[in-house]
């Protein structure tokens, strides 16, 4: 067994997730859990792990007819390790319960705080090819639950869940790869994720070069909710699909270079069908 604790707050001047509170340019949550792992297992790793996260980032000026306060907690469930030869695996189920506001706007007055009560998921399937430029196949499935009250910011307290009602909003404040272009939250959300990479330098004798791409679907949970992009203006499901690219060129021992592209193609969910481009180029010089 494997046990970790662990405890941080974020950077003072960053910015608040919640921007319908007053005062948003700041923020103070404070983040604590621990994680077990079991590691007696010839090809598969185990875990558990709790993290809880409270909000003190108050207002300014207060708002005396409106709460933002969103305090969360998550208990989480997975494992990674090997199926067979060259085929690995990871999956990662997380609920997440807690206390959210609702919008005051619905009843008049300041109202109480309601329940969280949301699911994620996290799997993802690998395959290492043993031959020449090593190409690598992936498959990955991802969902956050959505909450149909929520038609602004997934994650504001105006225009979000209404009072009375539990909020299903899956709510994280870690990362995972959605695209370049869309890269939507974990909310509201479920994508299909299909990639290829290999190393075609591989065929003069190196590892220089790397190409990767992948391949994005995305859909909402609840039609009626919002996602993270507000431009996904429509109570549609169908949010579209992205294409992305990465190469990245080892240069020298300590001097790397990428480029980044990403295109996505909005679906039903938007008014605006025109794509969306993503371009970034990366020098990194390590020391």
């Not at 950077?11 to 077990?36: C, H, K, M, Q, W």
């Not at 370049?180 to 290999?198: E, Q, T, W, Y």
Request: hydrophobic share 35%; proline share 4%; charged share 25%.
């Amino acid at each position: 067994m494997v046990f970790k604790f662990f405890g941080f707050k974020n950077l003072i001047d960053e910015e608040n997730i919640d921007f319908s509170t007053p005062g948003f340019r700041d923020s103070r949550r404070f983040f604590y859990g621990a994680e077990v792992k079991y590691k007696r297992l010839k090809r598969h790793v185990p875990y558990l792990f709790a993290l809880f996260q409270e909000d003190h980032s108050g207002e300014s000026p207060e708002d005396l007819n409106q709460d933002y306060e969103y305090n969360s907690r998550y208990y989480g469930i997975g494992s990674r390790g090997q199926i067979i030869e060259n085929l690995y695996y990871e999956i990662e189920g997380i609920r997440q319960e807690g206390k959210s506001y609702p919008e005051a706007a619905t009843a008049g007055i300041a109202p109480d705080n309601e329940q969280i009560e949301a699911w994620a998921l996290d799997a993802t399937l690998t395959y290492n090819h043993n031959i020449i430029t090593h190409p690598t196949f992936s498959a990955q499935y991802a969902f956050g639950s959505g909450d149909p009250d929520r038609t602004g910011r997934v994650t504001n307290t105006i225009g979000g869940n209404k009072e009375g009602s539990t909020d299903r909003n899956f709510l994280t404040f870690g990362y995972i790869d959605t695209g370049l272009s869309l890269a939507p939250r974990i909310s509201n959300l479920r994508m299909a994720k299909l990639g290829f990479s290999f190393t075609p330098s591989e065929y003069v004798g190196n590892k220089n070069l790397n190409v990767g791409v992948n391949y994005f679907l995305f859909r909402k949970d609840e039609k009626e909710g919002a996602i993270s992009d507000t431009r996904a203006d429509r109570p549609q499901r169908n949010l579209g699909k992205e294409f992305d690219v990465n190469i990245t060129w080892k240069i020298f021992s300590d001097l790397s270079a990428s480029i980044d592209y990403g295109r996505f193609y909005p679906g039903n969910a938007y008014s605006d069908k025109d794509a969306k481009d993503f371009v970034m180029f990366t020098m990194m010089f390590q020391f």
